[in-house]
Each structure stands twice: as C-alpha cells, then as structure tokens.
C-alpha cells in the first residue's frame, strides 16, 4: 500500500492488501517528519463485526486508540427492542488490532472479558470467541463465531481514500454468511450459515480526520455521513458533527440506551434529530 514513504495509489481494490503498512507513510507535523513512534500513536484502528440472525443483531468490537483501548460486544433483541451492551476501556493492556486480513489476530482481555479475532482469509473466514462473565445484572455471554469470507463467492469493499496528502484512510468491509453459536446467559443463538449474515468493518478515521476532509468534499459538491453503527452514543456523535460541519443528510442510527451517560439533551422528532451544545458532546454522566 505504502511505497518509498508515498501510497502507492488511491482508490478501490478488487482484494484485501497482503501488507497494510500504513505507518510506513512519511507524516508531516508543523513541517517536520513525524517518526515513527508519534506515527503509531496517531494511528486509530479497529475491527468490527455485525452479526444478524432471525432474532437478534449481534456486535463484536475491538479498537485500539493507542492512548487507550476498548472492546464491546452488544445484542440487540430485533423482535422485543431490548439492547444488551458489555463494555470494557483500559489505558493499555492486552490488546492488538490486526495489521492485516490474510493470518492476523487481535485480542483485548481483561478481568472477567476476554474477545479474540483469528482473520484467516487465506482459508476464507475468520473466527470470533468471546467469554465475559455476568454483571452488574447484564448475563455472561459465550461465542465462537464463524465469519465465512470465501472471496472467490464474495467480494469485498477494499478502499484507500485520501483524507489529507499522503493521509491514507483503509477500510475493508463485506457481507457474508455467518455460523456458530453465541450463548446469553443460559438461551443459546444457533447462526445458520444459509441464513444469517455478518458485517465485517475494518477502518481507521476520527473526528479530526472528519474536520479535514469534509471541506475536500463540500468544494467536491459530495455529501457524506459518519458510519455509526456499534453503541447508541455513536449516533448522537455522528449527529454532533454532522451540525458542526454540515453536508450531512442522514445520520446512521443505533437502537437502544447507553447506561452511565444522561442522553436526554438529544430529541429526535418526525426524523429530525436536535443536538445539544453542552460540552463533552452534550451527554452528562450520571454514575
């Protein structure tokens, strides 16, 4: 993808890259080549896995913001509305976010919460497992999932996109059939392959990315909107920019509630979503 310190070329790839070496790119910092090391930390990357079976619409997340990492894995019931999140945030840790498709792994653990990605293009899926005990009232799950991404049957959306010079935005995503077991305190989801279907999200991006870029696509007469989709406060943060920079038409929406977080300053009426200007994104704790 990175050639010489340059990318190679921009656009969309017919097939998932061998070697995503992003931080090979040469950054520059009020004039000065960034090194290495403040090169990694800028770096924010992640998987993310949507899994949709008859009932529920399952998430499998791990993220690594350098300064930070977090994972979370949330069901949400399609048939009764109920929405089930664990979450986990460590400053460091055991986490690792795959640098590339083909045979890579990512991981976060912690106490009592442990999730696991095994990317196996080259035998056409990828596993998921995850183990995280009961709490505070939200039951245990247990999950081996897996994502079946055969790429001679399924193509995938592989994209290199400029969001700066020489700033490279990579993103991997697909559809594909899905199968395994996930276990909710004591009801087991079986995934029938010939039925249910997973969404696989690989990306790197943020808000200051979204402040840089938007510009390039309003002069560009693009709209666009942030991709949401994971916990409910991602919507009200796609909704925050999207009344900060405009060009945003529709905003991707996430059902249910996030504990801890007071989001009652957001109203959403006949489709139209009205935000706070409170500080930190308008959403008080409450805990």
């Not at 529920?56 to 019931?77: Q, W």
């Not at 083909?102 to 080259?122: K, S």
């Not at 995503?173 to 249910?196: M, N």
Request: proline share 6%; charged share 25%; hydrophobic share 40%.
């Amino acid at each position: 993808m990175v050639v010489d310190g340059q990318v190679a070329e921009f656009g969309a790839f017919k097939e998932p890259f061998r070697e995503v070496n992003l931080l090979d790119v040469e950054l520059e910092l009020n004039g000065r080549r960034a090194p290495r090391a403040l090169r990694e930390m800028r770096l924010k990357e992640w998987e993310h896995f949507g899994i949709i079976s008859e009932e529920y619409y399952f998430g499998m997340v791990i993220f690594d913001a350098k300064f930070m990492g977090t994972s979370f894995f949330y069901a949400y019931n399609r048939k009764t509305g109920e929405f089930i999140e664990h979450e986990r945030t460590s400053m460091g840790g055991p986490l690792r976010v795959a640098r590339e498709l083909w045979h890579g792994e990512c991981y976060y653990r912690h106490f009592g919460y442990i999730m696991e990605f095994e990317n196996r293009l080259d035998s056409g899926m990828h596993r998921l497992r995850a183990q995280i005990r009961e709490k505070r009232g939200k039951p245990s799950v247990e999950a081996e999932v897996f994502v079946l991404e055969d790429l001679e049957r399924y193509q995938p959306l592989v994209q290199v996109s400029p969001i700066a010079k020489n700033r490279p935005l990579y993103t991997h995503k697909t559809a594909c059939p899905v199968e395994g077991r996930i276990v909710l305190g004591g009801r087991e989801v079986l995934l029938d392959p010939e039925r249910d279907v997973a969404l696989m999200d690989v990306i790197g991006f943020g808000l200051t990315a979204w402040r840089r870029v938007m510009p390039e696509l309003i002069s560009l007469r693009v709209q666009a909107s942030p991709h949401a989709w994971g916990i409910p406060l991602k919507t009200l943060y796609a909704a925050q920019i999207a009344a900060g920079l405009g060009n945003v038409i529709t905003v991707e929406g996430v059902p249910g509630s996030t504990g801890g977080a007071d989001t009652s300053g957001y109203s959403l009426i006949d489709g139209r979503i009205s935000v706070p200007d409170g500080p930190g994104f308008g959403i008080p704790l409450t805990t």
